[in-house]
């Protein structure tokens, strides 16, 4: 067994619910923030929808300079949105099958103007954006739905908006 293999199982078993999530997402409120210092509704769902094919397409590199980072504009539909995160997924997928042992350890760096912030194992950096980050962004956005009124998808087993035993 590879390294990477069981990142692979374990995105394939998160991803599609983020993707359900992503579903319940209101784009009509895209502007919408729960508090002055959060991203808005919009922002957070368009990162989510990026983050795989973001990391795929930085994956193989040595790391990135978050200097140079660029926000993902807000999806005009919810159709857009769950394009975006089908493909990227499909992207991700791709590259974390085609990892071997020995790029799973290599270096990923993230640097700002230059400066090394952090440095990880190149499988780490997989983990922590395709699962760890994805998974903590998901639990804030069903907060987002729940303020909004919006009924949130079971996550881990089911929510009290579609479970008649709640």
């Known amino acids: 067994m590879r390294l990477v293999d069981p990142i692979i199982q374990e995105f394939d078993q998160e991803a599609p619910t983020t993707r359900r999530v992503l579903e319940r997402v209101p784009l009509d409120k895209k502007d919408w923030k729960p508090h002055p210092r959060s991203m808005s509704l919009g922002r957070l769902a368009s990162w989510m929808a990026n983050a795989p094919g973001w990391t795929a397409g930085v994956l193989y590199q040595d790391g990135i300079d978050v200097a140079d980072w660029e926000s993902f504009p807000a999806p005009a539909s919810t159709s857009a949105l769950l394009s975006i995160f089908d493909e990227g997924c499909n992207t991700a997928r791709t590259a974390l ?11 990923w760096s993230f640097r700002m103007g230059g400066k090394t912030l952090n440095t990880f194992q190149r499988i780490g950096f997989a983990r922590l954006f395709l699962l760890s980050d994805a998974i903590h962004h998901r639990g804030q956005m069903s907060v987002f739905l729940r303020l909004l009124e919006v009924p949130v998808p079971a996550i881990y087993g089911p929510s009290a908006d579609d479970n008649p035993y709640f």
């Open 97 to 107: 099958g085609k990892m071997d042992d020995k790029s799973a350890t290599a270096g």
